[in-house]
T-cell receptor
Framework: AQSVAQPEDQVNVAEGNPLTVKCTYSVSGNPYLFWYVQYPNRGLQFLLKYITGDNLVKGSYGFEAEFNKSQTSFHLKKPSALVSDSALYFCAVRDAYSGNTPLVFGKGTRLSVIA | GAVVSQHPSRVICKSGTSVKIECRSLDFQATTMFWYRQFPKKSLMLMATSNEGSKATYEQGVEKDKFLINHASLTLSTLTVTSAHPEDSSFYIC?????????????FGPGTRLTVL
């Protein structure tokens, strides 16, 4: 079975400070990992994904995430937070051999960037 | 990236009526689409997998007779909430993936806010 854990319901950070949103996963095979962002009353927007290769993945809006196989983690990071980054962030996983099956999502982490 | 649209974006209906929500992949074909439900400040709950030309696969606990899914073409899936009640009020989101590869991300529609009075 596949699962994702986002241990923090809420993350608060001051504007200009680095931010980290945590994610750990569990899959039986190799993981494909994804991060999405959701603004109020909107659908989810894709930020980045890890498939293979370099463990550090760069995505949209200056976000990046680091795949750590030994810790089964895929934390989302940004060097300098903006107020406009305030949103709900979802981590998701899919087993590499599962084909076009639905992504398994974490429960989400609400990021609040304070000016 | 690929674009998925939903219509309507917002609907208010009376209890007992049925509501149809459309999900379209605008620039790609999708043999499979997914329907999610999201409660306030909560994660996404997968309701069903919609398969073009065949019956949808529902998740455990989702009433298939209440939430009717039709995937009549490679670019359109519809979710009909039948005999809606206030507890069906929620944010419904669809998604689709271009192709069948497991490394492809899902693209999400903008969501439909359903309010049942």
């Amino acid at each position: 079975a596949q699962s994702v854990a986002q241990p923090e319901d809420q993350v608060n950070v001051a504007e200009g400070n680095p931010l980290t949103v945590k994610c750990t996963y569990s899959v039986s095979g190799n993981p494909y990992l994804f991060w999405y962002v959701q603004y109020p009353n909107r659908g989810l927007q894709f930020l980045l994904k890890y498939i293979t290769g370099d463990n550090l993945v760069k995505g949209s809006y200056g976000f990046e995430a680091e795949f750590n196989k030994s810790q089964t983690s895929f934390h989302l990071k940004k060097p300098s937070a903006l107020v406009s980054d305030s949103a709900l962030y979802f981590c998701a996983v899919r087993d590499a051999y599962s084909g076009n099956t639905p992504l398994v999502f974490g429960k989400g982490t609400r990021l609040s960037v304070i000016a | 990236g690929a674009v998925v649209s939903q219509h309507p974006s917002r609907v208010i209906c009376k209890s007992g009526t049925s509501v149809k929500i459309e999900c379209r992949s605008l620039d790609f074909q999708a043999t499979t689409m997914f329907w999610y439900r999201q409660f306030p400040k909560k994660s996404l709950m997968l309701m069903a997998t919609s398969n073009e030309g065949s019956k949808a696969t529902y998740e455990q606990g989702v009433e298939k007779d209440k939430f009717l899914i039709n995937h009549a073409s490679l670019t359109l899936s519809t979710l009909t909430v039948t005999s809606a009640h206030p507890e069906d009020s929620s944010f419904y989101i669809c998604s689709a993936t271009p192709g069948q590869a497991s490394h492809n991300e899902q693209f999400f529609g903008p969501g439909t806010r359903l309010t049942v009075l």
